[in-house]
T-cell receptor, first 117, second 116 residues
Framework: ETGVTQTPRHLVMGMTNKKSLKCEQH?????MYWYKQSAKKPLELMFV???????ENNSVPSRFSPECPNSSHLFLHLHTLQPEDSALYLC????????????????FGEGSWLTVV | AQSVTQPDIHITVSEGASLELRCNYS??????LFWYVQSPGQGLQLLLK??????LVQGIKGFEAEFKRSQSSFNLRKPSVHWSDAAEYFC??????????????FGPGTSLSVIP
């Protein structure tokens, strides 16, 4: 039990489908993150939300659409994905100090394995 | 901007042997430094972190790391590796920026294999 729960753990979707990944944190943190982890590639930060406000979007294609309705929940809406989007998507949270997220432990969920066919 | 390098992509050690994973960072001030571990099919878990004070930091699972400012390094060590230590290890650095948002940056990772 990590305190960060992701569903589904595995998802197979076609390129024309619309699906969503869900993340919930039970740690009382104010910052939440989406990371993408592909085989043979470094961990890629996609989005950061701090107190429900999106503070980072690392040039992520618009076919990925994040949503953060409150500090405990984070979604990643997926539509018209490409096969190269197949990866492990990790949600994480941390307790920041206002805009400062650099000094705090990041708690990760177990990830959602996405396969685009 | 801060950055993190892990020179070794993959390391193989025998069970019971000692281990050292290298991490170098680039930042002008004293950074916050972390080591995370990722077992296959899992998320990342914090092993240890350094903020200030004693430069030798103890973590979970028998790991330790030493901050060396002169070398801009934060290498991870374990005196005797167990087969269950086989995993991916990530070094990470954070640095406080007073005028804007800051965050933790992860290195590319080092994959550790353990031979029985």
């Amino acid at each position: 039990e990590t305190g960060v729960t992701q569903t589904p753990r595995h998802l197979v979707m076609g390129m024309t489908n619309k699906k969503s990944l869900k993340c919930e944190q039970h740690l009382g943190h104010n910052a939440m993150y989406w990371y993408k982890q592909s085989a043979k590639k470094p961990l890629e930060l996609m989005f950061v939300y701090n107190f429900k406000e999106q503070t980072e979007n690392n040039s992520v294609p618009s076919r990925f659409s994040p949503e953060c309705p409150n500090s405990s929940h984070l979604f990643l809406h997926l539509h018209t994905l490409q096969p190269e989007d197949s990866a492990l998507y990790l949600c994480a949270s941390s307790q920041g100090e206002g805009r400062h997220l650099s000094g705090n432990t990041i708690y990760f969920g177990e990830g959602s394995w996405l396969t685009v066919v | 901007a801060q950055s993190v390098t892990q020179p070794d992509i993959h390391i193989t050690v025998s069970e019971g042997a000692s281990l050292e994973l290298r991490c170098n960072y680039s930042y002008g001030a004293t950074p916050y430094l972390f080591w995370y571990v990722q077992s296959p099919g899992q998320g990342l878990q914090l092993l240890l972190k350094y903020f200030s004070g004693d430069t030798l930091v103890q973590g979970i699972k028998g790991f330790e790391a030493e901050f060396k400012r002169s070398q801009s390094s934060f290498n991870l060590r374990k005196p005797s590796v167990h087969w269950s230590d086989a995993a991916e290890y990530f070094c990470a650095v954070g640095a406080r920026i007073e005028t804007s948002y800051d965050k933790v940056i992860f290195g590319p990772g080092t994959s550790l294999s353990v031979i029985p």
